[in-house]
T-cell receptor
Framework: AQTVTQSQPEMSVQEAETVTLSCTYD???????LFWYKQPPSRQMILVIR??????QNATENRFSVNFQKAAKSFSLKISDSQLGDAAMYFC?????????FGAGTRLTVKP | DSGVTQTPKHLITATGQRVTLRCSPR?????VYWYQQSLDQGLQFLIQ???????AKGNILERFSAQQFPDLHSELNLSSLELGDSALYFC??????????????FGPGTRLTVL
C-alpha cells in the first residue's frame, strides 16, 4: 500500500524567510501525482501545488516550489518569503491509480 | 468559496445512531470524493464516485456507505455510529475521473460529533 510520511510534525519560520517541509512516499506505481495542501484554522483544504510524476521539472507556484526526487520518493515543499498568512497545517498527498493518501501533516508557524 | 457545498455544517448524535451527510459538487464536476479527518490527523480517503458509479474505494468501513445520484449530488451514510467516528468529513469534486490530472475542490466539511 502506498504510504505518505511527513517527518516534521511542527515547523517554525521567521516572516520573510524560507522554509522547507519534507515529505516521502512509498509506491510501486510508475504513474502518479503528488500534492501539497494547506489547511488554515478555518479547516478549508486549499491546493497549494501539484506535481506529475512523469515530469522531471519541479512545479512552482509563485512563492511555493517543490523539490521532487522520484528515485528517492521525496517531495518537499519550499515556501519563500514566508508570510503570516502561510501559517497553517500542510499536508502532502499522493494520488495513484485507485487511491489517494495524505500524510499526517506539518503545522507551520510564522513568526513576525 | 470552492463551489462545493456540504450539509449540515455540524451534526451531533449518539452512539448507535445513523446519519446522512450530503454533498453537492461544483457545477460541471462529475467526480465526488469523501474523506474523513479525525482530530489533528491527515485525511483518510473513503470513496470516490464518478457520474453515478463507484470509481475507487479507500478505508471505508462496512458501516459506511455512499452513493451519487443522477443530479450528481452525493450522500455518505454512517450507521451504528461509534465514538471514534467523530471527525470532520470532507467532500471534494473534480471534473474528470482521475483526480491526479484534475484538481479536487474541497467543500467546507461536516463536523460530526458522536456522544
Amino acid at each position: 500500500a502506498q504510504t505518505v510520511t511527513q517527518s516534521q510534525p511542527e515547523m517554525s519560520v521567521q516572516e520573510a524567510e524560507t522554509v522547507t517541509l519534507s515529505c516521502t512516499y512509498d509506491t510501486s506505481e510508475s504513474d502518479y501525482y503528488l500534492f501539497w495542501y494547506k489547511q488554515p484554522p478555518s479547516r478549508q483544504m486549499i491546493l497549494v501545488i501539484r506535481q506529475e510524476a512523469y515530469k522531471q521539472q519541479n512545479a512552482t507556484e509563485n512563492r511555493f516550489s517543490v523539490n521532487f526526487q522520484k528515485a528517492a520518493k521525496s517531495f518537499s515543499l519550499k515556501i519563500s518569503d514566508s508570510q503570516l498568512g502561510d501559517a497553517a497545517m500542510y499536508f502532502c498527498a499522493y494520488r495513484g491509480n485507485n487511491d489517494m493518501r495524505f500524510g499526517a501533516g506539518t503545522r507551520l508557524t510564522v513568526k513576525p | 468559496d470552492s463551489g462545493v457545498t456540504q450539509t449540515p455544517k455540524h451534526l451531533i448524535t449518539a452512539t448507535g445512531q445513523r446519519v446522512t451527510l450530503r454533498c453537492s459538487p461544483r457545477s460541471g464536476d462529475l467526480s465526488v470524493y469523501w474523506y474523513q479527518q479525525s482530530l489533528d490527523q491527515g485525511l483518510q480517503f473513503l470513496i470516490q464516485y464518478y457520474n453515478g458509479e463507484e470509481r475507487a474505494k479507500g478505508n471505508i468501513l462496512e458501516r459506511f456507505s455512499a452513493q451519487q445520484f443522477p443530479d450528481l449530488h452525493s450522500e455518505l451514510n454512517l450507521s451504528s455510529l461509534e465514538l471514534g467516528d467523530s471527525a470532520l468529513y470532507f467532500c471534494a469534486s473534480s471534473v474528470g475521473v482521475f483526480s491526479g490530472l484534475h484538481e479536487q475542490f474541497f467543500g467546507p466539511g461536516t463536523r460530526l460529533t458522536v456522544l
